[in-house]
């Protein structure tokens, strides 16, 4: 990258939950001091935290220290910056969920949303956070999606990112009983249209190509095991196409993947959680990316969870994690340079 010391750019890391690998992965990832190269960590958590988890890993892993700041704007370049959330002694329990860990990642993703909104960080990646124990008064959603689209007022698509594909997820994390009644033809030309502007802004892709999949087995054999895909999906899709999107469909999933026709595509809607993500994770389990398309803010996230099995043994891969530094830098430099090409010169 070429961009100078003094612009690097400014990556918000929340530490998600402090029992599971999160700060393992983080660590891991910025102990490659190539990281440094092209942007400036800034950790919203705790330095004791931080030292407790390095003090898990081998010796040899034990060479980043940490530089304890009170504001992201005091952010140095070239050091592992930590935005201290609470000086006091905190209690760890390595592997287990508990109601302080769910605190702690409330404070961290609030923080650096508001730093998000002063624009004293650039880009979001967040660990991994336990879904149940971070509920609160203040924090009722399934996820980091729907709470950062509430956050930052805009529609959103939960998009899975790897090399060899992207998937966007229509339903993100619905109860499957709930999906069918969600799928409405409006949520979907909704949804197909944040993939066709993320991948033409986000990705740098021209003119993408999208797929969508079906709801039902055999995208319902033409009546014969449902409708919806007649009735619902396919005049979406239709409707789409009229306003110069690119979408094909609907698709059986089991014969799409199988067949590797997603090959031929620059991006894939799934109608629901597992349609996406099985066949993602079966691709890219280790490397795979969670990014919040169609946001002004850019928001990734590594593709697994908190992992509470391992945790504390050095056996989290920090891969996911680092791919999804690097896709948010790389968002925000597709940003600039779309930006750049389609803003109205005589303005």
């Known amino acids: 990258m070429t961009k100078t010391e003094s612009h690097k750019i400014k990556v918000a890391i929340t530490h998600g939950d402090i029992n599971g690998i999160g700060y393992e992965v983080i660590l891991k990832t910025f102990m490659d001091s190539r990281m440094f190269d092209h942007c400036t960590p800034v950790l919203y958590g705790s330095t004791k935290v931080a030292s407790y988890h390095k003090k898990l890993l081998p010796p040899q892993m034990q060479e980043l220290n940490f530089s304890a700041i009170t504001d992201a704007s005091q952010a140095i370049d070239r050091k592992f910056n930590v935005v201290n959330l609470i000086p006091d002694e905190i209690k760890i329990e390595i592997g287990k969920s508990t109601e302080l860990a769910g605190r702690m990642s409330r404070m961290a993703l609030d923080r650096a949303c508001e730093d998000l909104k002063r624009g004293v960080a650039d880009v979001l990646v967040t660990a991994p956070i336990n879904k149940k124990n971070i509920q609160s008064e203040d924090f009722d959603f399934p996820g980091h999606t729907e709470y950062l689209s509430s956050k930052f007022g805009g ?143 850019i928001r990734t996230s590594p593709a697994h969870g908190t992992a509470y099995d391992i945790a504390g043994k050095n ?27 389609t803003n109205d010169p005589l303005e």
């Open 155 to 297: 529609k959103s698509l939960m998009m899975m990112v790897c090399d060899r594909i992207r998937i966007g997820i229509v339903t993100n994390h619905f109860a499957l009983k709930d999906v069918p009644t969600a799928i409405t033809k409006e949520l979907l030309i909704e949804k197909i249209q944040l993939m066709h502007n993320s991948l033409k802004r986000d990705f740098g892709i021209p003119m993408p190509k999208i797929a969508v999949l079906a709801l039902d087995p055999h995208a319902g054999d033409n009546g014969v095991i449902g409708d919806q895909d007649m009735t619902v999906v396919k005049p979406a899709i239709d409707e789409a196409s009229a306003n110069g999107v690119l979408a094909y469909g609907p698709y059986p999933s089991d014969g799409f993947f199988g067949s590797n026709e997603f090959n031929k595509f620059d991006g894939v809607l799934a109608l629901y959680h597992d349609q996406g993500l099985i066949p993602f994770k079966l691709m890219s389990f280790t490397e795979g990316v969670n990014y919040t398309a169609g946001l002004d803010v």
């Open 315 to 341: 056996k989290a891969s920090e891969q996911s994690f680092r791919h999804a530094v690097n896709l948010a830098c790389d968002i925000l430099h597709h940003r600039k340079e779309y930006d750049e090409l």
